[in-house]
């Protein structure tokens, strides 16, 4: 499984932001796909996640916010960013929870900037 990452940019407070995660290869290995970012000197934390049944979850920071969704045609999950703040800045990765593959797969990270 490949995972590739974009639609990360530069937008204002209060703007928003699509960013889409393709991924390819034997996807239907795949369990959950997850959002994670990581901000300079902070560790990386889970954004959100949906599994392939479909259900989602939210770091309570971007609870109302944020929205996960799939298109399982297009092997693609969208995080749709809204009400973004400054705190939302970070580089944000996708990560595919994998059967077989205990680390999963991670997909290379987009740059998330929010000017106040």
């Known amino acids: 499984v490949q995972l590739q990452a974009s639609g990360g940019g530069l937008v204002q407070a209060g703007g928003s932001l699509r960013l889409s995660c393709a991924a390819s290869g034997n996807t239907f290995s795949i369990n959950a796909i997850g959002w994670y970012r990581q901000a300079p000197g902070k560790q990386r934390e889970l954004v959100a996640a949906i599994s392939s049944g479909g259900n989602t979850n939210y770091a309570d920071s971007v609870k109302g916010r944020f929205t996960i969704s799939r298109d399982n045609a297009k092997n693609t999950v969208y995080l749709q960013m809204n009400s973004l703040k400054p705190e939302d800045t970070a580089i944000y990765y996708c990560?595919?929870?994998?059967?077989?593959?205990?680390?999963?797969?991670w997909g290379q990270g987009t740059q998330v900037t929010v000017s106040s």
């Open positions: 990560h595919a929870e994998i059967n077989g593959y205990p680390f999963g797969r």
